[in-house]
């Protein structure tokens, strides 16, 4: 199976930029998005032999994420938010949790609430776990390690970058979870998911690795690829993908 994770900033835009070109081309099994930024009947998307999910925040225009599967899903459920942040879908022997991750926002502002949502995530999918296989992907809005981002002295403060965010990162693997990007390339550098639209970020690859597919620890070996689509844009993200058999 290859399962896509895209922090598309957007659909709509994102649909007048190759969206379809690369989701057909792709003909992944599983098609998880963030920051769908839709409200509800705002966008019925045509993908004719999948099956569409979507998960909206209250606030108009703004988070929300959706999964796209070819394959029908046992159940689908949300997390218990009001900005669409979790899109979960149960097949027989594994979950996907698609999940779009609070920013911290400038100055911190809104670091408390990023620390709390990452502790009731942690049990959200240490829960499910339990029960069986769980695929975790989207936007975690956490630059891990040094390697992760291009700049890691100057951003020490910023959001996605600061100590209590990667030790809360951290935490999460550690309840039993595999970066599977960093399983196949465990020192590649320079490998981004995401660049500000400012100074020319992306052309000179000045970027953050931000997008992740987790995978249950007991279930590392069913992963057999990971990878970053750096060339598709479209987004200030890039899409990132696993093989999973």
Same mark, same amino acid.
Request: glycine share 8%; aromatic share 18%; with cysteine.
């Given at each position: 199976m290859r399962l896509i994770s895209w922090?598309?900033?957007?659909?709509?835009?994102?649909?007048?930029?190759?969206?379809?070109?690369?989701?057909?081309?792709?003909?992944?099994?599983?098609?998880?998005?963030?920051?769908?930024?839709?409200?509800?009947?705002?966008?019925?998307?045509?993908?004719?032999?999948?099956?569409?999910?979507?998960?909206?925040?209250?606030?108009?225009?703004?988070?929300?994420?959706?999964?796209?599967?070819?394959?029908?899903?046992?159940?689908v459920f949300h997390g218990k938010d009001n900005e669409g942040r979790i899109c979960a879908l149960e097949f027989d022997d594994f979950y996907?949790? $698609?999940? =779009?991750?609070?920013? /911290?926002?400038?100055?911190? #502002?809104r670091l408390p609430f990023r620390l709390e949502w990452d502790e009731y995530f942690r049990a959200f999918v240490h829960d499910l776990d339990q029960k069986k296989t769980v695929l975790i992907c989207g936007d975690l809005n956490v630059a891990h390690k040094e390697i992760d981002i291009k700049n890691p002295k100057a951003n020490l403060r910023n959001a996605g970058f600061t100590i209590e965010e990667r030790d809360s990162f951290t935490?999460?693997?550690?309840?039993?979870?595999?970066?599977?990007?960093?399983?196949?390339?465990?020192?590649?550098? $320079?490998? =981004?998911?995401?660049? /500000?639209?400012?100074?020319? #970020?992306?052309?000179?690859?000045?970027?953050?690795?931000?997008?992740?597919w987790l995978v249950s620890d007991r279930s590392r070996s069913r992963v057999k690829a990971a990878g970053i689509h750096a060339d598709v844009t479209g987004s200030d993200h890039a899409p990132v993908f696993v093989d999973f058999d």
């Open positions: 922090n598309v900033n957007g659909l709509r835009a994102v649909m007048g930029k190759g969206f379809l070109d690369y989701f057909r081309m792709q003909d992944a099994d599983v098609f998880c998005l963030q920051e769908i930024k839709l409200s509800e009947g705002q966008l019925e998307l045509d993908l004719p032999g999948y099956h569409c999910y979507y998960n909206y925040a209250e606030k108009k225009g703004y988070s929300g994420t959706a999964v796209f599967s070819k394959k029908e899903p046992l159940s996907v949790v $698609d999940v =779009y991750t609070p920013n /911290s926002q400038d100055g911190l #502002a935490k999460l693997l550690e309840s039993g979870f595999t970066d599977t990007f960093r399983m196949f390339y465990p020192d590649l550098k $320079d490998a =981004y998911s995401w660049w /500000s639209y400012r100074f020319k #970020a992306r052309e000179r690859n000045a970027g953050w690795r931000i997008d992740y």
